[in-house]
Antibody, heavy 123, light 107 residues
Framework: EMQVVESGGGLVQPGGSLRLSCAASGFTFSNSAMSWVRQAPGKGLEWVSAVSGSGSRTYYADSVRGRFTISRDNSKNTLYLQMSSLSVEDSAVYYC????????????????WGQGTTLIVSS | DIQMTQSPSSLSASVGDTVTITCRASQAISTYLSWYQQKPGRAPNLLIYAASTLQSGVPSRFSGSGSGTDFTLSISNLQPEDFATYHCQQTNSVPFTFGPGTKVDLK
């Protein structure tokens, strides 16, 4: 069974930093592009960032570019999101997803989602 | 960036009804369109990808259509477990934007 499990969420003060992790299993992680998607309380879904299977290509939403860094360790089947200069607007549930991003396979959508990890930015 | 809109933002329906949700892209996205179902407190679940292809395990009462800028999700014979929020997403180009969602609740 394909599965991803997020961790690392918590309470952070404005201006602080945090790193999220996502452990993957049940599929060939190194061949799979991955994304982070977030959802603020009572709001819709917002795509945040993506990384290619090799980790060589990364993509960011304008709202996080320069503050967030996506990375992966294929030897550990783990995806990361390093977040800095956090603001209250970053408070959300962060989901890790298996997410083709290039070629015609990007039509296949995000077929694996974790349960999410919650970030609260508050003083 | 490609903007996605959905209509209606919410609708009320009864078990057994057929409902249709519309998603529109601000520019042509071919068929790079997915639909997700999300229940409260849960992660989204992929229903349809490539505009009209049913994800494995999804009941056939769900169907999708469209290409270019206009897309629809239809749910026939609505079941109690279908009351949820539905999101469309374009994967034609980064950023992979989502629509604002359509909440389907019980009339």
């Amino acid at each position: 069974e394909m599965q991803v499990v997020e961790s690392g969420g918590g309470l952070v003060q404005p201006g602080g930093s945090l790193r999220l992790s996502c452990a993957a299993s049940g599929f060939t992680f190194s061949n799979s592009a991955m994304s982070w998607v977030r959802q603020a309380p009572g709001k819709g879904l917002e795509w945040v960032s993506a990384v290619s299977g090799s980790g060589s290509r990364t993509y960011y939403a304008d709202s996080v570019r320069g503050r967030f860094t996506i990375s992966r360790d294929n030897s550990k089947n783990t995806l990361y999101l390093q977040m800095s200069s956090l603001s209250v607007e970053d408070s959300a549930v962060y989901y890790c997803t298996k997410s083709p991003i290039v070629g015609t396979t990007r039509a296949h959508g995000m077929d694996v989602w974790g349960q999410g990890t919650t970030l609260i930015v508050s003083s | 960036d490609i903007q996605m809109t959905q209509s209606p933002s919410s609708l009320s329906a009864s078990v057994g009804d057929t409902v249709t949700i519309t998603c529109r892209a601000s520019q042509a996205i071919s068929t790079y369109l997915s639909w997700y179902q999300q229940k409260p407190g849960r992660a989204p679940n992929l229903l349809i990808y490539a505009a009209s292809t049913l994800q494995s395990g999804v009941p056939s009462r769900f169907s999708g259509s469209g290409s270019g800028t206009d897309f629809t999700l239809s749910i026939s014979n609505l079941q109690p477990e279908d009351f949820a929020t539905y999101h469309c997403q374009q994967t034609n180009s980064v950023p992979f934007t989502f629509g604002p969602g359509t909440k389907v609740d019980l009339k």
